[in-house]
């Protein structure tokens, strides 16, 4: 079976390549539940809601460069970017998303490092309520 391995993956937000700072990247995919049990049930019983997807990155900070800082730090507070997520290098997703927490950590002797979270807003335009496009 063949394997994909992480080095050759691709991140951007809003049209900054990210990948050289980063040391990992999520895109989780979440199905909230409705429950939806009749009173006569014996069981619970639920639907599935409408997904959503965010995605956790964290890396180290190059602050002269401004890479990543700036351009997450510049997005909070303001409307959806692009984003493009190929954990391979090549086959990946993509859509539109907001910054929903942005983190720096600085230890004495050690690098300074950053997180930040982001939340996917829509498909092929900010706020379209459309899935990520996949390919």
Known sequence: MARAHGKD???SFDSVALEDELSSATLNFSVPEADI?????????????KPTATMDISGFADLAGGQGDATIFGELGL?????????DGSTGYNGYAIVTSYSI????????TYS???????????????????G
């Not at 049990?37 to 639920?46: K, V």
């Not at 409307?79 to 954990?87: N, T, V």
């Not at 950590?105 to 050690?110: L, Y």
């Open 9 to 11: 993956a691709d991140f």
């Open 116 to 134: 930040a979270s982001l939340r996917h807003t829509g498909g092929s335009a900010a706020n379209d309520a459309n899935a990520p496009t996949r």
């Open 105 to 112: 950590s600085s230890t004495v002797g050690g690098p300074i």
């Open 37 to 49: 049990t009749a009173f006569s049930d014996s069981y619970q019983t639920f639907l599935a809601g």
């Open 79 to 87: 409307e959806a970017e692009e984003w493009d997520f190929e954990p």
